[in-house]
């Protein structure tokens, strides 16, 4: 049984709007500048999806019939809720005991009520990351982040904390070796203290949970990960956060 864990801080962090920063220019540049899996862990590592044949030089496994979709911003790739997903047998946080997941998405307001958009899990055990989305009745939605080492491991999920469907976020899961904080959009959401050692070699599931349940209908643009827990002045936030493309 998952524990939620909510603290009574107020969001103490602004929102920062980065006009720009999803140009195609800018995410060639960071995809340059990012090392590959099993290389040094100095820098990020950032995956815009624009492509169902590889991401960060990994061969994707395509399940269902996600397509690669056109937005103002870049490309983007759309899953349909039900049937669509992409599997990649690597884990961008191998090794690291600290670590931020940041994931540029636009969920759709009539998606499923519960959706794992991001699961990265250790071969061979229950150990795990989730980022996950709540619809809500009124299409508003949720953020949900669970970090699991042993059961029953961390939720930070707020349902008052809502969302429009249908428009573009940034959200952001942080770990700094002892705390786990959630973001949206650059503003903090929710904290708590959960252990969780560094991953082992694994793999990561995107637009799904691994086992094939809980599937996203939106689209996602790019995922980025960092080998530290990064402030909230540094998180993505998307130029058009909260709007419709």
Known sequence: ??????????????????????GVGLLAMLVLAAPAIGARRGGQIVWPLDNLKSLGSHPVSVIGAPRVVTTPAGPAIAFNGATDGLLLDVNPIEGLAAFTVEVVFEPAPDGPEEQRFIHISENGSERRLMMETRILPDHTWAFDTYLRMEAPGLALLDKTRT???????????????????????????????????????????????????????????????????LPAERLLVPAEAGTHD
Do not use: C
Not at 7 to 20: E, L, Y
Not at 169 to 196: N, Q
């Open 1 to 22: 049984m998952r524990t939620a864990r909510h603290d009574s801080f107020a969001d103490s962090f602004p929102r920062r709007r980065v006009p720009g920063i999803f």
């Open 163 to 229: 969302h429009p469907g249908g428009t573009w976020h940034a959200g952001a899961l942080t770990y700094d070796g002892k705390t786990m904080t959630s973001y949206v959009d650059g503003v903090r959401e929710l904290s708590g203290e959960v252990s969780f050692a560094p991953l082992k070699a694994g793999k990561i599931g995107i637009g799904v949970r691994q086992n094939l349940v809980s599937w996203f209908k939106g689209r996602i643009r790019l995922i980025r990960f960092s080998p530290e827990a």
